[in-house]
């Protein structure tokens, strides 16, 4: 990996980070249901996605099926995606 492509997944990674905490309105380090939609639908990206399409991609980082997502799990999830 070079150097821009660590700065460019750093910044990426800081930006999806920051976005994690803006939607985190508990302070628990998850996000429900409601707290994910209005985080993907508020960015450029997602502004365009239908209530179950953010449902099903809320349904792939949920891997332990709790109702929730961690920060860890999107971000493992893809971080694999853009290998």
Do not use: R
């Not at 980070?17 to 996000?31: H, I, N, P």
């Not at 399409?53 to 860890?72: C, I, P, R, T």
């Amino acid at each position: 990996m070079s150097a821009a492509d660590s700065k460019g997944t750093q910044g990426f990674y800081d930006e999806l980070k920051a976005l994690f905490q803006q939607a985190d309105k508990s302070g628990e380090g998850k996000l429900a249901l409601p707290e994910f939609k209005s985080a993907v639908k508020g960015s450029a990206s997602g502004s365009q996605l239908s209530d179950a399409q953010l449902e099903a991609m809320f349904n792939f980082y949920d891997e332990e099926k709790s109702g929730f997502v961690s920060f860890e799990s999107v971000w493992k999830k893809m971080n694999s995606m853009m290998k």
